[in-house]
């Protein structure tokens, strides 16, 4: 059987699981569920791998959930194929968590079912009896770095390190026995097409700040007090001064949030605190304006006397796209799509914890269509639900036939090429680096 007979059999099995495949990625939609806390997600996944035959191995990382199929043509290499668990918090959108405000705004409820129905395809259409090597399903937590308070909780009661998923991941050894991976990401840019494969994505580290002041009655002694606020609001009146001295080609952004401003209106502040993250297109960016936003944030706490506490926390590293395993996505996009909906998409300002896999592997992170609105944003919604769902699906399982089939002689050409910058060793030193908290008296 040739590779494109191939994938035709798993195609039109997972069109026969259509309606399952969508029901599913509706289903996780109506129940948004935050990082490393996607408990119900995740037991889903677990459930739908048990049914498939797989023997899923659920809590990894707290709640990611990975099942494998091996190839019975021969050894090769291991191929992980992703979806991201979590939703995040999005202000005003209609269908948030009443409780916890999270909302499906990312389109990861895609993610996972389109990898529930290439695991669905590949497995119907007795796939695996033409690969070698084997495919790992992986549903993985927490890639939106958001809830970072909680999350820091976590970390010091022992329970994460790192407070991304596919990080934390890593570092537990739960990909010690992959080659390469990949997942595909739900976009609503009309300009991405239907999909598309970008160059490159920025990285980014996250900062958690405390401006301590002292607190005084607001009317009748303010001048006892030292307003954390106004240490604060200088703080990042200084960020947005010092935006100019950013080079355009290393596309840094930086956007805090206040996450306390007070107790209460009558008491001048005694404490306030920010979060926010520096992203940039290189590591070397990164780091140079991470520099200068602590530069800045210290001089808030100069400026009204009052002390700061900078913490420092390992975020996303920079992500670039294998170009081989690129060529054989746009391939079977174009197929699946047509050449004139597929997109070669630039670099990418947002991160993602695929960067960091990127440090250690050949990856790919493409995009395919089908949602509306502003990602992160309340208008966000799934609106072609073949597309969204179904689309994910075929195109992983036809990239597992790609790169596993004969042999597994297209993983084998990827990793032949593949220079990856870091071992795993030096990935978790580097990050393990960047951790640190000081505090500045002004």
Request: with cysteine; glycine share 12%.
């Amino acid at each position: 059987m040739t590779k494109d007979e191939l994938k035709r059999h798993v195609w039109q099995a997972i069109d026969r699981r259509g309606e399952e495949i969508v029901g599913l990625g509706e289903r996780i939609r109506r129940h948004p569920e935050l990082g490393f806390k996607e408990v119900k997600t995740a037991r889903l996944v677990e459930e739908t791998f048990a049914r498939l035959g797989l023997a899923p191995r659920a809590g990894l990382a707290l709640t990611g959930v990975r099942a494998d199929a091996t190839g019975r043509a021969g050894a090769g290499p291991t191929l992980a194929l992703l979806g991201e668990l979590d939703a995040l918090v999005v202000a005003g959108h209609p269908e948030g968590d009443p409780q916890t405000g999270a909302a499906h705004a990312c389109g990861h409820n895609a993610q996972i079912a389109g990898l529930l129905g290439a695991a669905m395809g590949l497995l119907d259409a007795q796939a695996f009896e033409h690969l070698a090597g084997r495919v790992v399903f992986f549903a993985v937590p927490a890639e939106e770095y958001g809830d970072i308070e909680w999350r820091v909780t976590q970390a010091r009661a022992g329970r994460l390190e790192f407070l991304g998923g596919k990080p934390e991941l890593l570092r537990l050894g739960h990909f010690d026995d992959v080659d390469l991976a990949m997942m595909i990401h739900a976009t609503s840019r009309p300009e991405d097409g239907k999909a598309g494969v970008p160059v490159s994505n920025n990285g980014c580290i996250v900062k958690t700040v405390r401006y301590v002041g002292r607190a005084a009655h607001a009317g009748g002694a303010p001048h006892q007090g030292i307003n954390a606020l106004y240490a604060a609001q200088i703080g990042l009146a200084a960020i947005n001064a010092i935006r100019e001295t950013f080079r355009d080609e290393d596309t840094i952004r930086v956007h805090p949030i206040i996450t306390h401003g007070g107790s209460q209106v009558n008491v001048i502040p005694g404490e306030v605190r920010l979060e926010t993250y520096v992203r940039g297109r290189t590591v070397e960016a990164i780091l140079d304006a991470n520099k200068k936003v602590d530069r800045a944030l210290r001089a808030g706490a100069l400026a009204l006397g009052a002390s700061v506490e900078i913490e420092t926390l390992p975020g996303y590293m920079p992500m670039t796209c294998d170009p081989i395993m690129g060529r054989h996505f746009k391939a079977n996009a174009s197929a699946l799509f047509g050449g004139e909906h597929y997109r070669e998409i630039g670099h990418r300002t947002g991160s993602t914890d695929m960067g960091d896999l990127s440090m250690v592997m050949p990856v790919l992170h493409p995009y395919i269509g089908g949602a509306r609105g502003t990602g992160h944003g309340a208008d966000y919604a799934i609106v072609d639900q073949p597309l969204a769902y179904l689309g994910p699906a075929k195109a992983l399982a036809a990239m597992a036939v790609d790169l596993l089939a004969d042999g597994a002689a297209g993983a084998r050409e990827v990793l032949a090429a593949a220079k990856p910058p870091m071992t795993r060793e030096q990935y978790l030193a580097f990050q393990r680096g960047i951790a640190r908290r000081e505090v500045y008296e002004g």
